[in-house]
């Protein structure tokens, strides 16, 4: 089935470390973007990417970074200098459709001891 | 500036009963996007309907409906005979254009818990 895997589903780190989320897709499609979600709050973009080898920051991109060196992947790393960095991340790709869809994965639960 | 609001942080109904989620934006764009998508406790999010802003047809998809008035600037989404299998986050989210649904703003999203 066609679809956004992310990985792990859960992961605990401690302080100072960089942890990186994997997102795969097979849908072939070009955009793809990360956001953060926290309890009680909508969904905040990380970054994107509309092409390989290229991307953009989004509004609250201080303390991640990201690559876009294969169509299907599109890894997010937080790094040591994000402040706050548990949270949910959920990794999406756009349909090139005119209706704009957005396919999500089913997250990844960071978790900073 | 754009904004969602989504008022109703949580709603908790019985089986079968109706349900309407609201959905207020605030855009200076006079052509838009509006969008509803369903969190189940999976984790992703589901695409469940999008509307442009110069068709304020309403739309119905067996038990979901959706009432777009533009002149309350409102996008509200009405679940009837509700279901346990209902029980998600809702969020509504709104754009400019498109091509960029991905960088759209998000409302905090409507918890409804629907009980046997």
């Known amino acids: 089935d066609g679809g956004i895997t992310q990985s792990p589903k859960y992961l605990f780190r401690k302080e100072g470390q960089n942890v990186t989320l994997s997102c795969e897709q097979n849908?072939?499609?070009?955009?793809m973007y990360w956001y953060r979600q926290d309890p009680g709050q909508g969904l905040r973009l990380i970054y994107y990417?509309?092409?390989?080898?290229?991307?953009q920051k989004g509004d609250i991109a201080e303390g991640y970074s990201v690559s876009r060196e294969k169509k299907e992947s599109f890894p997010l790393t937080v790094t040591s200098a994000q402040k706050n960095p548990t949270a949910f991340y959920l990794c999406?790709?756009?349909?090139?459709?005119?209706?704009?869809?957005?396919?999500f994965g089913e997250g990844s639960r960071l978790t900073v001891l | 500036a754009q904004k969602v609001t989504q008022a109703q942080t949580e709603i908790s109904v019985v089986e079968k009963e109706d349900v309407t989620l609201d959905c207020v934006y605030e855009?200076?764009?006079?052509?838009?996007?509006l969008f509803w998508y369903k969190q189940p406790p999976s984790g992703e999010l589901v695409f469940l309907i999008r509307?442009?802003?110069?068709?304020?047809q309403n739309e119905i998809s067996g038990r979901y409906s959706w009432n777009f008035q533009k002149s309350t600037s409102s996008f509200n989404f009405t679940i009837t005979a509700s279901q346990v299998v209902d029980s998600a986050v809702y969020f509504c989210?709104?754009?400019?254009?498109?091509?960029?649904?991905?960088?759209?703003?998000f409302g905090d999203g409507t918890t409804l818990t629907v009980k046997p």
């Open positions: 855009t200076r764009d006079t052509t838009y996007y």
């Open positions: 849908l072939n499609h070009d955009a």
């Open positions: 999406a790709s756009r349909s090139p459709q005119t209706t704009g869809e957005l396919f």
């Open positions: 509307r442009n802003s110069f068709d304020e």
């Open positions: 990417s509309q092409i390989v080898n290229d991307f």
């Open positions: 989210a709104l754009t400019r254009d498109v091509t960029n649904a991905g960088k759209s703003t």
